[in-house]
C-alpha cells in the first residue's frame, strides 16, 4: 500500500529565510507525487508536481521541489519566506498505474513564517 | 470562470437529519471525488466518478450515498448524520483517471452533526 508522511506538524521560520517543508512516501513503484497549499477556509490550491524527468520542479508563488528516489523523498522548498506562505501545506502520492482516485494525502503541515 | 463550487459553505444538523451537499464544477473534466478533511488525519476519499455515469467507493464511505447528475455536477448525501460525519467536505475534480494531472478543489463545506 502507498503512503506519505509529512514528519512535522508545524514548521516555523522567520520572514526572509529559506523554508523546506518535508515529505516522504511509499509506493510499490514509479511515484506521481504533488503539493497543495490551504490557506485558512480555502480549498486546497494545487502548487506542483513531480511526473519524471528533472529532480528539481518549480511551482506557483516561488515553491520549488526536489525529488529524490534514493531517499523517497519530496521536500517542498523556497529561498525565502513570505508572511503570505503562511498556511497548511499537503503533500500527495499516488503510485503508477491509477487514476487521481489513488492519491494518497499526508496529513499537513503548518507553515507559520514570523515577520 | 468559478472552477469548483460547494454549497453550502456551513451547516449544522441534529443526530438523524439528512443533507445533500452539492458540489458543480466548469472545467469540462469527467473525474470527481468527495473528500473529508479531519484534523491529524489529511484528507480522506469517499466517493469517487471516474466519469459521468459512475460511482464508486472510496476510503471512508460508510454513511455516505452520491449521485452523479450529470457531468458538471457531484453530490454527496448524508442520510442520517452521525456526530463522527462532523468534518470538512471537499469536492474536487480532475482530468479523467490515469492522467497524470493535479485536482481542483472547492471551498469545502463545515458540517457540525450535533
Known amino acids: 500500500a502507498q503512503s506519505v508522511a509529512q514528519p512535522e506538524d508545524q514548521v516555523n521560520v522567520a520572514e526572509g529565510n529559506p523554508l523546506t517543508v518535508k515529505c516522504t512516501y511509499s509506493?510499490?513503484?514509479?511515484?506521481?507525487l504533488f503539493w497543495y497549499v490551504q490557506y485558512p477556509n480555502r480549498g486546497l490550491q494545487f502548487l506542483l508536481k513531480?511526473?519524471?524527468?528533472?529532480?528539481l520542479v518549480k511551482g506557483s508563488y516561488g515553491f520549488e521541489a526536489e525529488f529524490n528516489k534514493s531517499q523517497t523523498s519530496f521536500h517542498l522548498k523556497k529561498p525565502s519566506a513570505l508572511v503570505s506562505d503562511s498556511a497548511l501545506y499537503f503533500c500527495?502520492?499516488?503510485?503508477?498505474?491509477?487514476?487521481?482516485?489513488?492519491?494518497?494525502f499526508g496529513t499537513g503541515t503548518k507553515l507559520q513564517v514570523i515577520p | 470562470n468559478a472552477g469548483v463550487t460547494q454549497t453550502p459553505k456551513f451547516q449544522v444538523l441534529k443526530t438523524g437529519q439528512s443533507m445533500t451537499l452539492q458540489c458543480a464544477q466548469d472545467?469540462?473534466?469527467?473525474?470527481m471525488y468527495w473528500y473529508r478533511q479531519d484534523p491529524g488525519m489529511g484528507l480522506r476519499l469517499i466517493y469517487y466518478?471516474?466519469?459521468?455515469?459512475?460511482?464508486d467507493k472510496g476510503e471512508v464511505p460508510n454513511g455516505y450515498n452520491v449521485s452523479r447528475l450529470n457531468k458538471r455536477e457531484f453530490s454527496l448525501r448524508l442520510e442520517s448524520a452521525a456526530p463522527s460525519q462532523t468534518s470538512v467536505y471537499f469536492c474536487?475534480?480532475?482530468?479523467?483517471?490515469?492522467?497524470?494531472?493535479?485536482?481542483?478543489f472547492g471551498q469545502g463545506t463545515r458540517l457540525t452533526v450535533v
Open positions: 509506493v510499490s513503484g514509479n511515484p506521481y
Open positions: 513531480y511526473i519524471t524527468g528533472d529532480n
Open positions: 474536487a475534480s480532475s482530468e479523467p483517471t490515469g492522467m497524470n494531472t493535479e485536482a481542483f
Open positions: 472545467m469540462n473534466h469527467n473525474s
Open positions: 466518478s471516474a466519469s459521468e455515469g459512475t460511482t
Open positions: 500527495a502520492v499516488r503510485d503508477i498505474p491509477g487514476g487521481y482516485q489513488k492519491v494518497t
